[in-house]
T-cell receptor, first 114, second 109 residues
Framework: TAGITQAPTSQILAAGRSMTLRCTQDMRHNAMYWYRQDLGLGLRLIHY???????GKGEVPDGYSVSRANTDDFPLTLASAVPSQTSVYFCASSEGQGDTGELFFGEGSRLTVL | GQNIDQPTEMTATEGAIVQINCTYQTSGFNGLFWYQQHAGEAPTFLSYNVLDGLEEKGRFSSFLSRSKGYSYLLLKELQMKDSASYLC??????????WGAGTKLIIKP
């Protein structure tokens, strides 16, 4: 079982360019999440989706957008990248938001903005 | 504000026992999670506590005291493969996860 697949694994991006990080899950989970992980900080929630067709803002949503057209896919878009968006991005899913169940994470996408 | 505190780094010896502490201050409480994250990899679920007490799962145990806002992860019979970061996370009243910065555990032979 693939679980959650993220692409690309890593990317170097020029400031001002746009970028979409892809995330696909095959577990039919209702809830999906995008986190960023920076050295010395805990995982920070960017955006989330409780179910297909709905999205919500997390702790650090500025500069990012998401869509949830179907259950499986949850892409994250940076419209105009800035160096402070250099980070490791993790996509995650759970059976339902608020169900106190575990999160399943993708392998991460390492993004460097120059 | 909401806050999760855990030590930045700990060192232990192979075969020994180590306890990683986590204290939290959050808006409400709907459970506490521990995740393991090896360097360069994704976090993976270890344990979930919502009631006070000790939950044992093989070599790993997790303890919770809600009145003290405190949890610990206990790792027994340490193996080299246990070298990783251990992340504490609390689910608040809005069912959002608040994450600690993680404790990097170094195992020495």
């Amino acid at each position: 079982t693939a679980g959650i697949t993220q692409a690309p694994t890593s990317q170097i991006l020029a400031a001002g360019r746009s970028m979409t990080l892809r995330c696909t899950q095959d577990m039919r989970h209702n809830a999906m999440y995008w986190y960023r992980q920076d050295l010395g900080l805990g995982l920070r929630l960017i955006h989330y989706s409780n179910t297909a067709g709905t999205t919500g803002k997390g702790e650090v949503p500025d500069g990012y957008s998401v869509s949830r057209a179907n259950t499986d896919d949850f892409p994250l878009t940076l419209a105009s990248a800035v160096p402070s968006q250099t980070s490791v991005y993790f996509c995650a899913s759970s059976e339902g938001q608020g169900d106190t169940g575990e999160l399943f994470f993708g392998e991460g996408s390492r993004l460097t903005v120059l | 504000g909401q806050n999760i505190d855990q030590p930045t780094e700990m060192t232990a010896t192979e075969g020994a026992i180590v306890q990683i502490n986590c204290t939290y201050q959050t808006s409400g409480f709907n459970g506490l999670f521990w995740y393991q994250q090896h360097a360069g990899e994704a976090p993976t679920f270890l344990s979930y506590n919502v009631l006070d007490g000790l939950e044992e799962k093989g070599r790993f145990s997790s303890f919770l005291s809600r009145s003290k806002g405190y949890s610990y992860l206990l790792l027994k019979e340490l193996q080299m493969k246990d070298s990783a970061s251990y992340l504490c996370a609390v689910m608040d009243s809005n069912y959002q996860l608040i994450w600690g910065a993680g404790t990097k555990l170094i195992i020495k032979p």
